[in-house]
Structures are given as C-alpha cells and as structure tokens.
T-cell receptor, first 120, second 103 residues
Framework: GAGVSQSPSNKVTEKGKDVELRCDPI?????LYWYRQSLGQGLEFLIY????????KSGLPSDRFSAERTGGSVSTLTIQRTQQEDSAVYLC??????????????????FGEGSWLTVV | GIQVEQSPPDLILQEGANSTLRCNFS?????LQWFHQNPWGQLINLFY???GTKQNGRLSATTVATERYSLLYISSSQTTDSGVYFC?????FGAGTRLAVHP
C-alpha cells in the first residue's frame, strides 16, 4: 500500500481482555517495527522483524505481549490479559531494509498513524 | 544499550526565528534519523543522516559520527513546525524536543 496501515485506529477494552493490533507495512518493505508511546512520552521500542523473524524482541515488556509476522508482510501484536498500564498508542513502522543488514537510505523508517488503546 | 539524549527538552520560538536541536548518542552508529511528530500524533521522517549534512527546504541536519552528535537546524520557523522532534539511533528514540512556534 501507499503507507503503513494500522487497525484498529482506536480500541477500548476491559481490563483482563486480550487485544490484537494489526499492521500492514508498505509494500516491499522487509523490516517492520512496533513501538509504544504513552501520553506525552517518547517512543518505547517493542520488537523488530526482518522478514518473518524477530532478531530483536528485547523491548516486549512482559510475557503478556507477543507479536508475529507472516508472509513477510502483515504483523499482529497481541496483548493478553490487558492491564490499565497498557493504555498507550501502539505505533508500527516499516523500512525497505532492516537496520541490522546494512546502512543507507533503505533503512529510512516510515510510521503508521497508530492504534490508540485504552484499557478501562 | 545505546543512550540517546536530546536537548533542549522544550523550546518556544516566535515565528521567523531560527533554532538548533541537538542529539547526543553513546555509541557509534550507522543509522540515525530525525522525525517530527505533529500535534495530531503523526510521525514524519525528516532525515536519514548517519553522517554528513543534508538539507530539505528550511530544515537541515548534520551528524558528526566521530563525536557522537547530530544537530537539526530549523530556519525561519513557522507555526506548522510545532510538535515534537525525535532523534532515533538504530532502534532507540531520544525523549524528544517539544517545539512551540508562536505567531
């Protein structure tokens, strides 16, 4: 597609429920990234995919968080047993090449508009 | 892990003024990017600049990799420049500089 697409754009869920957030990267981009941004804060790195594998998932805050990517394209971030502190904007980004592979402008990262998650 | 520090944390300008934002990082890099987050939350990539200097209109950026810093210059600022400017080194983002440009 023309840009990184995320869904849902907004989600309100009850504490303890599971949620799935979807990211559709720019067509042809091999690398995909998930970040979290709490209100008024900076970006917290969650996980990075190169193709379908995740060379770096060091940022996942707990075992309630998981992510997968299939077909080298769409990715899903799943949060199980949501807690109020999970409320944030979840941002997905993609780049033509992954930053671990090489330098060069192919690593330029493009962000989606985010999925706003509210846990009540 | 790598540390990314941005300064100043907040900046208020009158329209037409110039400014310089700084990003210091703790380790050598081959991947440094500057982003602008507008008041509606959208993140826009401004520059991919692991070294050297680039210019795009009123914005320019310089990275001195050997000294581990990067600078973002905004000239003749406009109200539409308001928002938060982030520096990202590899996968790690700095805390940002919040810029408000007043008419």
């Amino acid at each position: 597609g023309a840009g990184v697409s995320q869904s849902p754009s907004n989600k309100v869920t009850e504490k303890g429920k599971d949620v799935e957030l979807r990211c559709d990267p720019i067509s042809g981009h091999t690398a995909l990234y998930w970040y979290r941004q709490s209100l008024g804060q900076g970006l917290e790195f969650l996980i990075y995919f190169q193709g379908n594998s995740a060379p770096d998932k060091s940022g996942l805050p707990s075992d309630r968080f998981s992510a997968e990517r299939t077909g080298g394209s769409v990715s899903t971030l799943t949060i199980q047993r949501t807690q109020q502190e999970d409320s944030a904007v979840y941002l997905c980004a993609s780049s033509f090449r992954g930053y671990l592979l090489t330098s060069g402008s192919g690593n330029t990262i493009y962000f989606g508009e985010g999925s706003w998650l509210t846990v009540v | 892990g790598i540390q990314v520090e941005q300064s100043p944390p907040d900046l208020i300008l009158q329209e037409g003024a110039n400014s310089t934002l700084r990003c210091n990082f703790s380790d050598s890099v081959n991947n440094l990017q500057w982003f602008h987050q507008n008041p509606w939350g959208q993140l826009i990539n401004l520059f991919y600049i692991p070294s050297g200097t680039k210019q795009n209109g009123r914005l320019s950026a310089t990275t001195v990799a050997t000294e581990r810093y990067s600078l973002l210059y905004i000239s003749s600022s406009q109200t539409t420049d308001s928002g938060v400017y982030f520096c990202a080194v590899g996968l790690i983002f700095g805390a940002g500089t919040r810029l408000a440009v007043h008419p």
